[in-house]
């Protein structure tokens, strides 16, 4: 099957397409054919376009809203320009698959797309009022365009992460407040965690419920989970995709109390509080240079600049300090995955943040390290660590992919 997978978000839409079928999945044989990004939808969007194995096409277009931005994606698929192996017409598209950010407590695995699905999705929109609008707007595009007939599926970021216990997910608040908001943990990236933690078992040989390990998705966006004999037990990020580990320009972790503290200081409101925290603090707010952490270590190697130095060590040290906590909690791990842009190819932040942890019994073996970037996967651990790590890259869109198809298929899935 040619499966659909988009991802949109609130001004851009991420596309793949992926040849899969659960003979495929089985073997390890399925495949991207081709992909794209449109970024400022709503205006004059910059498009990149890719068949796999070709250049990318660079183009703008103006595009009115996301229907239009998916509607120039479907187009440029069936165009004799683009092709695609194996598609020639709409009908070469088999199931569309949905990212879709907040599945609240409603959605503990995918499902396929109907109006009750979508009005759930709605429902949640109060918990992220910024994603889960410009998720809705992808799947009703995409049902107007390609019509009811053509299956789609909905596959939560929150989905992982519903094993954990109440003693992870909830906050020590009242607790009306979980029962009449439902303010509790729900934990993001988790088609990343579990795609990591999936790939990790598959590298060892290991069933998923011998897998015990930290995963830790650093990216723009930066989360660790817990996997404890293959579920998600605790991860980092909160009621939003806000908490836990310093980010390319969100905090993570802050006293509470710095928020009231800074309105009455600065004089500014929760609104423009809220947009600091989430647009201007973490690698960004600290070097007050760039949230790109490449920049950052260059900055620093290149000018020895101090606030970029400071930049990348907190984020290294917030990271150490979940290392730490979840290690606790697990009651010990056997390894520690690195995924998302900076885990999958900065060998000197991962570094960073290992280091100090050889009395746990882990060294980084730098060889070894230095090695993995681009896309590679491997251990970075010398051969006789006791507490391993990994670089496993990530492939959400690939999971996303195989759900469509099972869920479709009604095939029951292991996390
Ligand atoms: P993502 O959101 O997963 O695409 O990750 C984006 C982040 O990965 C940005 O901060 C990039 O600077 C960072 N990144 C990508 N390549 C490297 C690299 N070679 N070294 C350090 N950071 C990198």
Redesign the pocket.
């Given at each position: 099957m040619n499966i659909l997978v988009l991802n949109c978000g609130s001004s851009s839409l991420k596309f793949q397409i992926i040849e899969t079928d659960l003979d495929l999945i089985e073997n390890d044989a399925d495949r991207r054919l081709a992909s794209g990004l449109l970024e400022r939808v709503v205006g004059n969007a910059l498009i990149t376009l890719q068949v796999e194995g070709q250049a990318k096409i660079r183009e703008t277009a103006p595009l009115r809203d996301h229907k239009a931005a998916i509607d120039y994606v479907l187009r440029w698929i069936v165009s004799p320009n683009s092709n695609i192996n194996h598609i020639k017409s709409l009908a070469d598209i088999h199931a569309v698959g949905h990212r879709v950010v907040h599945g609240g407590e409603n959605f503990t695995k995918s499902v396929l797309i109907d109006e009750n699905v979508i009005e759930q999705i709605e429902d949640n929109i109060e918990l992220a009022p910024l994603h889960n609008p410009a998720n809705l707007k992808g799947i009703n595009g995409a049902r107007e365009l390609l019509g009811t007939g053509v299956p789609q599926v909905a596959v939560f970021d929150t989905a992982f992460h519903s094993t954990m216990p109440e003693t992870s997910y909830l906050y020590a608040l009242p607790y009306q407040m979980y029962r009449r908001h439902r303010v509790r943990r729900y934990g993001f990236h988790g088609t990343s965690h579990r795609y990591v933690a999936y790939r990790y078992r598959q590298l060892l040989g290991i069933e998923r419920e011998k897998t015990n390990i930290i995963t830790l998705h650093l990216?723009?966006?930066c989360s660790a989970c817990a996997i404890k004999n293959g579920d998600s037990l605790d991860t980092s990020m909160g009621l939003t995709p806000m908490e836990g580990l310093v980010m390319?320009t969100r905090s993570g972790d802050v006293d509470p109390s710095i928020l009231e503290f800074i309105h009455l200081k600065e004089g500014i409101g929760m609104r423009d509080i809220d947009t600091m925290l989430n647009k201007q603090s973490g690698?960004l707010g600290i070097s007050g240079l760039t949230?790109?952490?490449?920049?950052l270590?260059a900055e620093e190697q290149e000018k020895n600049d101090r606030r970029a130095r400071l930049a990348i060590d907190i984020f290294c040290m917030r990271a150490k300090k979940y290392i730490g906590s979840y290690l606790a909690e697990m009651g010990g791990a056997d390894s520690i995955v690195f995924t998302?842009?900076?885990g999958e190819?900065?060998a000197a932040?991962r570094e960073r943040i290992c280091k100090g942890l050889e009395w746990m019994g882990l060294t980084i073996d730098k060889e070894k390290n230095g090695a993995l970037?681009g896309g590679k996967e491997g251990e970075i651990s010398t051969s006789d660590s006791r507490l391993k790590a990994f670089v496993i890259p990530t492939n959400e869109e690939m999971l996303i992919a195989r759900d469509t198809v099972r869920t479709i298929k009604n095939v029951p899935r292991r996390w």
């Open positions: 990216g723009n966006g390319g690698l949230n790109d952490m490449r920049e270590l998302g842009g900076i190819n900065s932040i970037f």
